[in-house]
């Protein structure tokens, strides 16, 4: 008698969630084995694929992946995983030097444009602001100003900027008529 023997038994795929970080460039990735919570197969190991391994700034927060185990005979089970990315990388925050001149009134106010000198994240900065930002004459000569940059994650850096303060507007001349009488001298 011939007896054929086949195996048309799936294997056991068992998924395990995973949080994973961004690294500096905004980009992580995953294997499969990352996902898989010890999948099995009664006739060997069984391959181990996923139909998602890299991520980048558009996916941070919760995604789906599924997990694709196939044995040596053909037989497939699938489970699915959620990849939680996170961007906990700060941005880069760079100041230059700048020379803030004082208005009419005495008064100037430093944007972040105008100490900005490349700041950057891979994800995307959404906001900067400088402190302090306003200044007067009492603070002709050198001041420090600090610029604050926050990514679209939430991640904050900050850095330093030279501000000189300069009064250069003339001041304001009025002259008036008087008398005078001279002495006996």
């Known amino acids: 008698a011939r007896v054929t023997?086949?195996?048309?038994?799936a294997p056991v795929a068992i998924c395990q969630d995973i949080t994973v970080q961004l690294d500096a460039t905004g980009n992580v990735s995953i294997t499969a084995a990352?996902?898989?919570?010890?999948?099995?197969?009664?006739?060997?190991?069984?391959t181990l694929t996923i139909d998602n391994a890299n991520f980048t700034c558009a996916n941070v927060g919760p995604n789906t992946v599924t997990l694709t185990v196939t044995d040596a005979n053909?037989?497939?089970?699938?489970?699915?995983?959620?990849?939680?990315?996170?961007?906990?990388v700060p941005p880069v925050?760079?100041?230059?030097?700048?020379?803030?001149?004082?208005?009419?009134?005495?008064?100037?106010?430093?944007s972040p444009a105008m100490i900005n000198d490349g700041s950057s994240?891979?994800?995307?900065?959404?906001?900067?602001?400088?402190?302090?930002?306003?200044?007067g004459c009492a603070d002709i000569g050198r001041v420090t100003a600090t610029l604050t940059v926050i990514d679209v994650n939430g991640n904050i850096s900050t850095d330093?900027?030279?501000v000189t303060v300069s009064d250069s507007v003339a001041p304001v001349a009025i002259c008036q008529d008087i008398t005078v009488q001279l002495d006996a001298t």
Request: net charge negative.
């Open 93 to 110: 925050a760079n100041t230059m030097s700048y020379t803030l001149y004082l208005d009419a009134t005495g008064n100037a106010t430093v």
């Open 34 to 46: 990352d996902v898989d919570n010890g999948s099995s197969d009664a006739c060997g190991t069984p």
């Open 121 to 135: 994240d891979a994800c995307g900065i959404d906001t900067m602001f400088v402190t302090p930002n306003t200044f």
């Open 5 to 9: 023997v086949s195996d048309s038994v």
């Open 160 to 162: 330093n900027a030279r």
């Open 74 to 88: 053909g037989n497939v089970a699938t489970c699915t995983s959620t990849v939680t990315v996170e961007d906990n």
